[in-house]
């Protein structure tokens, strides 16, 4: 079992930034990718960043040119820094690492709320 554990949401004017930080307790490089999810009220859960491997980075295109996925391998830990963060950006953003074998493990959620 991986338990993954989110810090970092807040509440944030528009235009503000915030990092979103995941603690990850097992090497990144043995994992087959990383990514960080978001999910609105009412709403299914979407991607937001995703890095497939130790150069890739995929982006939703609502977020490219706003945030950025990365990660430091020394700490095992998986990072999302969110700049100029808008209204629609506010949800519940959920850490994701997936397996070799294609198991899929998420954290518990941190809520990201941008006021207008």
């Known amino acids: 079992q991986v338990q993954l554990v989110e810090s970092g949401g807040g509440l944030v004017q528009t235009g503000g930034s915030l990092r979103l930080s995941c603690a990850v307790p097992?090497?990144?490089?043995?994992?087959?990718?990383v990514g960080w999810y978001r999910q609105a009220p009412g709403k299914k859960r979407e991607l937001v960043a995703t890095?497939?491997?130790?150069?890739?980075?995929n982006y939703a295109d609502s977020v490219k040119g706003r945030f950025t996925i990365s990660t430091v391998h020394a700490k095992n830990t998986l990072y999302l820094q969110m700049n100029s963060l808008k209204p629609e950006d506010t949800a519940v953003y959920f850490c994701?690492?997936?397996?070799?074998?294609?198991?899929?493990?998420w954290g518990q959620g941190t809520q990201v709320t941008v006021a207008s």
């Open positions: 994701n690492v997936r397996t070799y074998t294609q198991i899929d493990y």
């Open positions: 097992v090497g990144i490089l043995s994992l087959d990718s």
């Open positions: 890095m497939p491997s130790i150069d890739g980075r």
